[in-house]
């Protein structure tokens, strides 16, 4: 199974920005698409965004001009900037990598995870 590792979670005040980052440590299948979720406490993991080896993104509407996908094929690395944050955006967030399909908001499509990292937002 491919290894990910997210990196780049934190505490932050409102309005205030995070570049969260996912890096393919190993890769043990084609990756078709990698996508980003979050999982705030209490709730279900929630599908933010993703982006396709052919370099397509798409968020959620509710980041939608707050929220960036991007990758660095050099370094594996895919990344979430996360601008003018908000109390709502507080969750764990995490990464994975899909084979075979190209855009898919269903967890369970993912055939690989990193182990999330927490991203705080206070009023």
């Known amino acids: 199974q491919a290894q990910l590792a997210e990196a780049g979670g934190g505490r932050v005040q409102a309005g205030g920005s995070l570049r969260l980052s996912c890096m393919i440590l190993?890769?043990?299948?084609?990756?078709?698409?990698m996508g980003w979720f979050r999982q705030a406490s209490g709730k279900e993991r929630e599908f933010v965004g993703r982006?396709?080896?052919?370099?397509?993104?798409y968020v959620v509407e509710s980041v939608k001009g707050r929220f960036t996908i991007s990758r660095d094929n050099a370094k594996n690395t895919m990344y979430l900037q996360m601008n003018d944050l908000q109390p709502k955006d507080t969750a764990f967030y995490y990464c994975?990598?899909?084979?075979?399909?190209?855009?898919?908001?269903?967890?369970?499509?993912?055939?690989?995870w990193g182990q999330g990292t927490q991203v705080t937002v206070s009023s």
């Open positions: 190993r890769r043990t299948f084609d990756i078709s698409a």
């Open positions: 994975g990598a899909m084979r075979g399909i190209s855009s898919s908001e269903n967890p369970e499509d993912y055939e690989a």
């Open positions: 982006i396709t080896t052919s370099g397509h993104t």
